[in-house]
């Protein structure tokens, strides 16, 4: 049984810095990518960041050069840098595993509130 579990949101301030974790109960190698969503309320859900396998990383252009993907393989854990946060930042933050191709529906974690606001 695959858990995801993100920790580290919360309240921060226009400019700011989050740091969101993602403890996946097993190796984050078991799965395709591991990647952050985002969903603000009336808005559709948004990739926000992913990593692959092989450690390549992509971003949203919206939060291209302010956020970084990373992960510790020894801790199966994924995280999500947020630096000089903004208001629009302001979401529900979503841990994502994807299977590998044709092995099942992806994982999904319970989600993270992150606001940004004065």
């Known amino acids: 049984q695959v858990q995801l579990v993100e920790s580290g949101g919360g309240l921060v301030q226009p400019g700011g810095s989050l740091r969101l974790s993602c403890a996946v109960s097993?190796?984050?190698?078991?799965?395709?990518?591991m990647g952050w969503y985002r969903q603000a309320p009336g808005k559709e859900r948004e990739l926000v960041a992913r990593?692959?396998?092989?450690?390549?990383?992509t971003y949203a252009d919206s939060v291209k050069g302010r956020f970084t993907i990373s992960r510790d393989n020894a801790k199966n854990t994924v995280y999500l840098q947020m630096n000089n946060l903004k208001p629009e930042d302001t979401a529900v933050y979503s841990c994502?595993?994807?299977?590998?191709?044709?092995?099942?529906?992806?994982?999904w974690g319970q989600g993270a509130q992150v606001t940004v606001s004065s």
């Open positions: 990593i692959i396998r092989n450690g390549r990383t």
């Open positions: 994502n595993a994807e299977q590998l191709a044709g092995t099942g529906a992806d994982y």
């Open positions: 097993g190796s984050i190698f078991s799965f395709n990518a």
